[in-house]
């Protein structure tokens, strides 16, 4: 018999991400009884939330139509978009006319997603809804007929080699009528789900980028409330899919970030490298100089599009949010994607137990889905990521012709035709990259970041980045790509250690992990498997 207690729920929602707190309030506003708990593995609702972010309160207006006199953080709008082509010593202003319409940001809120989702969790709470941050849902449970009947979470207290320590105590069981993986992006629950019911048959590969970016504090005069600025070319090659963001918020603060596409075919980029040159173009510098950076974080982005879509629902259950990919990468937006599907996925639900119905599968999801705003706009930016992968020159000509003569009605959509862990060339084909040494006031390294991103886990633990087999990382990575999760992974993570003269083992700094998932992602022999850590690890992001 199982030591481990149990609840009962009408709905457990694994994620207080703005999927995860959109189908809570939803389910609450349609029916004031139903048991609704959110389960959320950062140390509060906000920790491990990064994004960009400009925001579409188009969802959130179908959500709470009074969202403003509630007090939500969307305070700054924007009020310039600048869109740039980067040299190595210039930058070409593309003409706002010039701009499809998926690079307008009029009408929108610059703002920091981790606030909006505290708020959003304040507001669940209000409604009923029992949020318990510091949890991580690490199991999915079945019944007998191999339905999805809840989640567990994980035990607390076990020692790094496995054992029991005198702060062990056994996870919980949740049980609910019907599960929703709201996770994120690579969500590890969602990812075991889409195997074990076969989720993605005749879907495209999902495709990731890796997002950097930090927070800086700007002197007055460099800042221009409300400015939105992207670039594209340099500091990557024309072949190299990626771009930067550059978002002027409220109190001087400037969010900066850098997204790097995970199909990248040279194993010595580095992504979080390639960021910190960014800020030295002289189109960029100007805006930090004097200025103070405050924070920094990671996290894997969704960019696959429609086709790259699974199967939204299972038996019990339901993916939503970027645990199935519902982000719009030609927009760089994906939090109204996610509290729509947040939304949706809450009707399904709330007529299902009006019904009676439990641990079904909630048909009406996918079906209202696909009568969507949503699915409509992801219709019309579905060639972007397709064509973009072609090359910087060619895909932003493809990208025009899609998006402003056909307006993303074009009679043919492109496939995604590899993973990203399938691109990296192998070290004999590919030109090492020299990048110049942090200078500690515009450019920085590795762990420095890590430290302001307030990063820490229980040391005694096993670790959550696993690896199907040891040797893989010598005999594979490292004799055939130079041992490239030293490079993709942002936080210093990973690195090859002598053990003996001329042998090398890969060592696992667990504890610098800002749950990124990009190791997960572009692991060239998918042997990197990330599992939750306990409750509460991770970073602990202010007002990313």
Not at 96 to 124: D, E, T
Request: charged content about 20%.
């Amino acid at each position: 018999m199982s030591e481990r207690e149990s609840m009962e729920y009408d709905v457990v929602i694994v994620g207080a991400g703005p999927a995860g707190l959109a189908a809570a309030i939803r389910l609450k506003q349609l029916n004031a009884d139903l048991g609704v708990c959110v389960l959320e593995k950062g140390s509060e609702v906000g920790a491990h939330i990064l994004s960009g972010a400009v925001m579409d309160p188009i969802a959130l207006d179908e959500l709470m139509p009074d969202w403003k006199a509630q007090g939500a953080p969307l305070t700054q709008a924007v009020t310039e978009d600048r869109f740039l082509f980067l040299t190595e010593a210039g930058s070409t202003r593309t003409p706002n006319w010039m701009l499809p319409k998926c690079f307008q940001n009029h009408g929108y809120y610059i703002v920091s997603l981790a606030n909006v989702c505290r708020w959003m969790g304040a507001k669940a709470e209000e409604l009923g809804v029992e949020i318990y941050p510091g949890f991580a849902a690490a199991e999915v449970l079945f019944d007998d007929h191999g339905r999805v009947k809840g989640v567990a979470t994980g035990d607390m207290g076990i020692g790094k080699q496995g054992e029991r320590t005198d702060r062990y105590q056994p996870g919980m069981e949740l049980h609910a009528k019907y599960t929703f993986l709201a996770e994120g992006v690579r969500g590890n629950l969602g990812k075991g789900l889409q195997e074990t019911f076969k989720l993605r048959e005749g879907r495209d590969p999902q495709v990731y980028g890796i997002g950097l970016k930090e927070l800086w504090e700007v002197k007055p005069d460099r800042h221009v409330p409300g400015l939105v600025m992207h670039t594209a070319g340099w500091p990557l090659q024309s072949d190299t899919y990626g771009g930067s963001f550059l978002y002027h918020m409220e109190n001087n603060v400037v969010s900066v970030g850098f997204v790097v596409g995970l199909a990248y075919t040279n194993p010595y980029l580095s992504p979080f490298e390639e960021f910190q040159r960014y800020k030295t173009h002289p189109a960029v510098r100007g805006f930090f100089e004097g200025g103070k950076r405050i924070a920094y974080g990671a996290r894997a982005i969704n960019a696959g599009g429609l086709q790259s879509l699974p199967k939204l629902t299972f038996p019990g259950g339901a993916l939503i949010g970027d645990d199935a990919g519902f982000l719009n990468a030609s927009r760089i937006k994906g939090s109204h994607a996610a509290i729509k599907s947040g939304m949706l996925a809450a009707e399904a639900a709330a007529t299902a137990l009006a019904a009676g119905r439990a641990q079904d599968e909630l048909t009406d999801y996918p079906t209202a889905f696909e009568k969507s705003w949503l699915h409509e706009e992801l219709h019309r930016a579905r060639n972007f990521k397709p064509w973009m992968s072609k090359g910087l020159y060619t895909g932003t000509l493809m990208v025009g012709i899609d998006q402003v003569v056909f307006g993303g009605k074009a009679p043919w959509t492109l496939h995604h035709a590899h993973a990203d862990h399938e691109t990296l060339q192998k070290k004999t084909e590919a030109t090492p990259i020299a990048y110049p040494k942090p200078d500690g006031v515009l450019t920085f390294d590795r762990l420095s970041s890590v430290f302001i991103s307030n990063t820490n886990h229980e040391e005694d633990q096993p670790a959550h980045l696993t690896l199907k087999n040891a040797d893989v990382p010598v005999t594979t990575n490292l004799a055939l790509y130079d041992g490239p999760e030293t490079r993709y992974c942002p936080a210093g993570v990973y690195e090859f250690v002598e053990v003996a003269e001329g042998q090398r083992k890969l060592q696992i700094n667990a504890q610098n992990c800002v749950h990124c998932k990009t190791c997960d992602i572009k692991d060239p022999t998918q042997n990197i498997h990330w599992v939750v850590p306990e409750g509460g690890g991770g970073p602990n992001y202010p007002n990313m």
